[in-house]
């Protein structure tokens, strides 16, 4: 399996990329947190670990250690804005359930 982008998160993430100046791509992980278990975390990479697995989808490289892939793999990362808001939706075939709040899920 893989790790994909839509369209729109491709393009969110390649303007801000552009804003930085600098970058490589995306680092998806997880973290243990949250009342369901894990959450979903986010940054640019400058440096790639060594030990990454990159995916490409839409021109962006998206980075995910392999710890973190075991809970991830097949996630399509979208970009939404719902009324006001705005931000990132993970579309992820091993989540089972998540929180209330939509912080956190479990695999």
Do not use: W
Request: some cysteine.
């Amino acid at each position: 399996m893989a790790i994909t982008l839509t369209d729109k998160a491709a393009q969110h993430i390649q303007k801000y990329l552009d804003k930085r100046g600098n970058g490589l791509g995306l680092r998806l992980g997880v973290q243990t947190t949250g009342c369901s278990g894990m959450a979903y975390k986010l940054e640019y990479v400058d440096v790639p670990e060594d030990d990454d697995q990159v995916y490409e989808s839409h021109n962006i490289k998206i980075f995910v250690d392999p710890k973190s892939l075991v809970y991830i793999d097949g996630t399509e990362l979208d970009f939404v804005r719902e009324g006001l808001n705005e931000g990132f939706k993970f579309t992820n075939p091993n989540e089972k359930a998540s929180c209330g709040c939509g912080e956190s899920f479990t695999v």
